[in-house]
């Protein structure tokens, strides 16, 4: 309802720079929505005075006052009280009485679906979530990308879009073949069984060790001339070997695809076992193997040869130049100065002498010894998307480690001529211990296990020693719940953007701003309404009941499907996050002010209101993935 105020808003003020005479684009940041305590604001505000000032030599006060006349003039849109310029600033004051009213009729009558939005023209999105390599343990890291990208998701298909999730499993590449190397090697059949996960990771870690080894050996070989045919022996005894394993793989070789889909399977099916306690779901599971085995990664090579986009270095690799004045710096690869031509790449080998030396960044998507690469599938992906979903978005839900490799990839795609897709890579912060950054190869990481475990514990004392009204055999699925909350909206809470210390003990905590924060209070809202005889029908209530603290309730329930729509604009679910806590704070505040059901006067009123709460957090918790509780 604050949404079609908004919308009203710009239209009248559209009109009004028109009427004075202003030529001036009137776009959608030109009217802000602003805190309601502040009464000088109002609840919307315009500085464009100060744009069209700037433009025209003029005094932005003037301007202020001569737009707020002709927007007078012409009649201020249902819900807007007054109009009133200060410093320079349109300020429109709301009709808190119709505020009120609308408020509640809308929520009243959407429901469930209060906040969101049907399309004629939704977007077709494809998004790569989740997406951890497989044979190694969920970490935090992966915890962020699942619990963000599912929120994310959420809201996105809220607003009305055609979501499809694909976990976009990493299953493929030289990093298997060295597995296979190595369990041929040193694999036990029956530590396997036990915990595959576990095992597969002893021996890849036992793989990385071993030539980190003799990568030094074989430094020090070099410099002193000892045992330097020994050991790049054995090094390349257990590289090639590596690489032998994963050419087998890509040939379709039987015992390699064999084992390798023992690796997939087990790893698969831990990994459901985690998701399905984190309730998320996925669309696809195509993985890289997909396109490797599917044929797409051929396609996508000979494509990029026969287009000219890719060329043959001298030792057989292909690769598709980035020139330096291809990156945008904003990453925005539809700004992005895209020049295919080969001609350039030649020149710039030939100046420098050899393709390592050149001075553009080679996007390889053939190995020298035949074999595909990450990148590789990733365009791979991307003409899959296009040719068979008719995707108009892919979007990629990453870790910001790999910003520059997608601003490659996105070079690369757009050089490949997939012009009508957005490509979007949804980069969040790193995750690092207090003790310095996770590692898998170090062993230094905290895996989802852990984190599910701990902050289970937590819940379930606290459940034990303060919950209300809850029954025994009941502590162990609400502590459940409340552990998810405490784990999913810290996940979620912090823009996307931002590195994150992960410390466990703070991550579990269930002080202060948390997610059992906002379901407590949606519980206290279900048991203002299940002590009451029942909620009067919207139709009833007299908006002129209301006072201050509930005015700043409707309006926060008001601004809901506004703060969706800002998640939707910056793939982020932090904004909801943060609405629900703010929320949950003006609710508590209203609760402990009013006393809804000994309330003196408004007792009605005041329950509606509540009822309006409740739906509401309902709506923003579930989109965040995390359940309400009727006790807790
Ligand atoms: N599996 C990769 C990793 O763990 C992430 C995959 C991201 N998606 C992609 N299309 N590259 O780093």
Redo the contacts with the bound molecule.
Sequence with gaps: MLGAIRRELLEGLRVAVADVGYDREVDSSAVELEDFDDEEKGEFSSAISFAIAADAGANPMAVAEELADAHRGHGLPTGIASVTVVNGHINYHLDVETMARLTLATIDSEGAGYGSRERTDPERIVA?VS???IAKPLHVG?LRNTILSDALMNVLAERGHDVTRDN???DWGTQFGNLLHEYVEFGDEAAFETDPIAHLLELYQQFEQRDGLLEDVEEFGALTGEFEAAVAEERAYHVDDGKEWFARLERGDEEAVERWEQFREASIERFEAIYAELGVDFDLWLG?SFYAREGWNDLVVEKALNEEVAMRGPDGSVFIPIYPDEYDDAGDPEKANVDASLDRARRMIDEAGTVDDAEFDAFYIVKSDGSTV?GT??LA?IEYRVSEFDADQSV?V??SE?NR??QQ?FVAARKMGYDDVRLEHIDYGMISLPEGSMSTRGGQIVTVREVLDAARERARDIVEEKGRNVEAGEVDAIARKIALATVKYGMVASNRGKDITFDIDEAVSLEGDTGPYVQYATTRAYSILDSAPGVPAVDDVDPSAFNDTDHNLLYHLGRYPLVLERCEKRYDAAPLARYLLDLAHVFNSFYHKNRVLDAESAAEERLVLTDATAQVFENGLGLLGIETLAEM
Excluded: I, K, M
């Design positions: 790569d997406s951890p390599n992966h976009h499993l990493g890289e990450y599938r990733d992906t990629y990453v870790a790999q490799y997608f990839l």
